[in-house]
């Protein structure tokens, strides 16, 4: 019997910039950060320079791409969208199929056990790690 997948929010209280979040990508070892700027808009105690990096530890593989927020709301290109995932948000994706459809993936390391999928809409692209775990760190 499949399991279903379902979608766990990462993001609360908290958010990328929505309109300019700058999205930065490095690999140290088998580790991904990503650090982008925060949504101070919409979320008390940050600042127009508050920031936050995200580290997935040991990481198999990652991809930066479509959709963007465009092709998200007007093209349906995303193929989450249809489990009623949210523009602009941080989620871990259980039960996922990343194994059979995970597309352009960078990889870092060799698979491993008890890899977890992670996905991030921001504005302009989609950020997918497959990772073992992930801390943040707000700056």
Not at 25 to 39: K, R
Not at 119 to 136: G, K
């Amino acid at each position: 019997m499949n399991k279903q997948i379902r979608f766990e929010q990462l993001n609360i209280g908290w958010n990328a910039e929505p309109n300019a979040p700058e999205l930065h990508i490095s690999v140290n070892e088998s580790n991904v950060v990503i650090a982008f700027f925060l949504n101070y808009f919409s979320y008390a105690g940050f600042t127009e320079k508050s920031k936050a990096k995200i580290i997935f530890h040991n990481c198999y593989q990652y991809r930066i791409g479509a959709p963007n927020d465009e092709g998200f709301y007007i093209y349906n290109q995303s193929r989450y969208k249809k489990y009623g995932v949210k523009w602009g948000e941080f989620y871990l994706i259980h039960n996922s199929d990343w194994q059979q459809n995970f597309p352009n993936p960078i990889q870092i390391c060799t698979p491993h056990d008890n890899l977890q999928h992670y996905l991030f809409y921001f504005r302009d692209e989609t950020f997918e790690c497959i990772a073992s775990s992930y801390s943040i760190d707000f700056c």
